[in-house]
Each structure stands twice: as structure tokens, then as C-alpha cells.
């Protein structure tokens, strides 16, 4: 989608998880080589653009901790001068390129969950919505109590089951209530586990990136 608006775009290869999962469990002094790991794979880009919310939330609030903590005064320079360059995906449609309409062709009926970290983190507000609302052929539902959250939270998932499973539950009875054939959220963490219980209770209601429907043309229609 991104070269179809005419950028240039470069995937490297020695990228890595942004340490998230690590800093929050505990595992900090394992999260820290993970920061200057990055600044090397991206110092040169013009924008880096992350199809996680919850993945530029840890950069943004923790790697200027995590860089300070490491003691480099070069690297804390250059986290400083790249985190302003790192957008989430939506978010560099909307507020770096000014877009709503990108195009897109999407003929289904979709709903859409705003996560924790794309809505109290980033401030993403309506821009997602914004986007999804400009895509031609789209049956666009709003979903009950779309701001909360769907029990996943990383590790929360894991420590925390019986809790998380019942929020999950709730967010899939409000996906289902929407009779939306599609999902769509802009972080793959809570995408993961709605689609999980989805899959569980045989809904055939999938879970679908936001970049996956704005990916769509009328050329290629999905």
C-alpha cells in the first residue's frame, strides 16, 4: 500500500523484536542491547513505519529511559533524534502524509477495536476510523464499548488467564454482536488473541490488520 502511494520502502533484515515483552516481565538488562540494535538498523530511514501500536508505545515511553540507563551519550542522541521519525502505522497516513483516503477497495463488513496502546498511549483518537470510513465497498460497524481493552496485555494473557479470558470473552461477544464478517484492529498482539477465541468457538469471523484493508484495490478485490 505504501508503494502504491508512491514511497520507497526497505524491510532490513536485521531487525528484531523492539524488547517490549522482555522490559515488561522483568528481563530489562535483556531488553537493553535491543535499543542501539535498533538505531543501527534504522538511523538512515526518513520514517519507520510499525504496524503495532503496543511496539511504538515501548519505544516512545521506555527507549529514552533504556538509552540513558546504557550510559552512551551518542546513543541517547540518536534515539532522541530517530524516535520523532517513528510513526505507527495509521498514524503516518493520517498525521505525517494528511490521509484518510488511500484508495482502498475492502467489499466486506468490518468492525473495528481500538487498543490500549494505540488509544491511551499514542492518541490515535478517530484516525483508524478515519481511514476505514474512506474505503470503498466497506460496511463499516461500530463495536460496543470499542475502547476496551480485549484482556490480552502480553504476558497479562498468561499470568493473569482467568481475567484475561474474561475480557476476551466480552470483546468477541461484542465482535460477533456486530455480525461484522471481519475484525480489524491496528496492533497484531490483540488481533492474535480475538482472533484465538473467534477461532475456538467456530465464528468464521477473522481478525484482518488494518493495513490488510487498506492494502485492497478494486484492481485486486478481496
Known amino acids: 500500500m505504501l ?4 514511497h520507497t520502502v526497505d524491510f532490513p533484515a536485521g531487525q528484531t523484536c523492539c524488547g517490549q515483552m522482555h522490559w515488561n516481565t522483568g528481563y530489562q538488562a535483556e531488553a537493553l542491547p535491543l535499543v542501539p540494535r535498533f538505531v543501527a538498523q534504522f ?28 550510559g552512551d ?31 482502498a477497495y475492502y467489499p466486506h463488513r468490518v468492525t473495528y477495536h481500538a487498543s490500549c496502546h494505540g488509544l491511551r498511549n499514542l492518541g490515535l ?11 470503498k465497498g466497506i460496511n463499516l460497524i461500530e463495536i460496543e464499548n470499542m475502547d476496551r481493552c ?20 466480552e470483546k468477541t461477544t461484542a465482535v460477533l454482536n456486530t455480525g461484522a464478517e471481519v475484525c480489524t484492529a491496528c496492533d497484531n498482539s490483540c488481533l492474535m ?21 487498506l492494502a485492497g484495490s478494486e484492481e485486486a478485490p478481496r
Not at 75 to 86: C, M, N
Open 3 to 6: 508503494e502504491r502511494l508512491g
Open 43 to 70: 538511523r538512515h530511514a526518513e520514517a519507520v513505519v510499525v504496524p503495532s501500536s503496543s511496539c511504538v508505545a515501548m519505544m516512545r515511553d521506555h527507549y529514552p529511559i533504556m538509552a540513558k540507563e546504557i
Open 73 to 103: 551519550a551518542r546513543l541517547i542522541a540518536e534515539v532522541d533524534q530517530l524516535l520523532p521519525r517513528v510513526y505507527e502505522f495509521s498514524e503516518f497516513l493520517t498525521r505525517c502524509l494528511g490521509l484518510t483516503d488511500v484508495g
Open 125 to 135: 483518537a478517530d484516525g483508524p476510523l478515519d481511514l476505514l470510513r474512506s474505503v
Open 150 to 169: 480485549c484482556g490480552f496485555g502480553g504476558t497479562f494473557a498468561v499470568k493473569n488467564a482467568d481475567v484475561s479470558s474474561a475480557m476476551l470473552a
Open 193 to 213: 488473541g480475538i482472533q484465538g477465541a473467534l477461532h475456538r468457538q467456530r465464528t468464521g469471523v477473522r481478525t484482518v490488520h488494518l493495513a490488510e484493508i
